[in-house]
């Protein structure tokens, strides 16, 4: 049952949308705009970067925050606040008052990692700062993250469910970004230097 609690705290904390409700108050479904993307990068490219600033640390706080009271509620489970935090991720891409569309999910994966490893976290803006701007594109950075977690977080902790976790998180977040990749290969993507061209 503790497990169920869980996913349940995690879920319903992952779905809450920020980028959705700054869309609607500018009069519009962020998920039509640009990307269709319920997430900081799209509000980045529509609305610009203070409101996408909010939306990120919305949805990097939802995750810490069941990530962490998981961990607290149920300290006997070791996959709990891994539990808490990959559900709050899930919630964010697949709320079910948005039809299950919403965001990729990687504000709130980066929530989930701050929350069990700040070191790691702080790892991953480094390295995610470093290929955005060598690249120009958001979603290398999100990929090249991802693909490190699971690696590192296993050195640290090596328990298969929690490599399990990310690595079903990780085949997630690639999958959400297929379009991005595509884009990025035929030079249809917008990058971080081209957002101020897009807003509305």
């Not at 700054?22 to 980045?44: F, L, P, T, W, Y």
């Not at 919305?58 to 810490?64: E, L, R, S, T, V």
């Not at 690595?167 to 249809?188: F, Q």
Request: hydrophobic share 50%.
């Amino acid at each position: 049952m503790q497990y169920v609690y869980c996913v349940l705290i995690g879920y319903f904390f992952g779905c809450l949308s920020p980028a959705y409700l700054i869309g609607r108050m500018h009069g519009v479904d962020i998920r039509e705009q640009n990307s269709g993307n319920a997430g900081a990068s799209n509000v980045a490219v529509t609305f610009g970067w203070p409101q996408a600033i909010l939306t990120a640390v919305i949805d990097i706080g939802k995750a810490f925050a069941a990530s962490y009271l998981c961990a607290k509620l149920f300290p006997g489970i070791e996959i709990a606040p891994f539990l808490g935090g990959a559900c709050a991720v899930i919630g964010h891409i697949f709320p079910f008052y948005l039809k299950f569309k919403g965001g990729k999910g990687y504000a709130s994966y980066f929530g989930m990692v701050l929350s069990v490893n700040w070191k790691l976290a702080l790892f991953l803006v480094v390295l995610g700062v470093v290929v955005t701007l060598v690249t120009n594109y958001i979603a290398l950075a999100t990929i090249s993250t991802t693909i490190v977690t699971p690696a590192w977080i296993y050195y640290k902790e090596p328990s298969l469910l929690i490599l399990g976790i990310l690595l079903i998180l990780m085949a997630v977040i690639i999958y959400k970004h297929k379009i991005n990749i595509i884009r990025i290969i035929k030079k249809e993507e917008i990058g971080l230097r081209d957002s101020n061209k897009h807003r509305i």
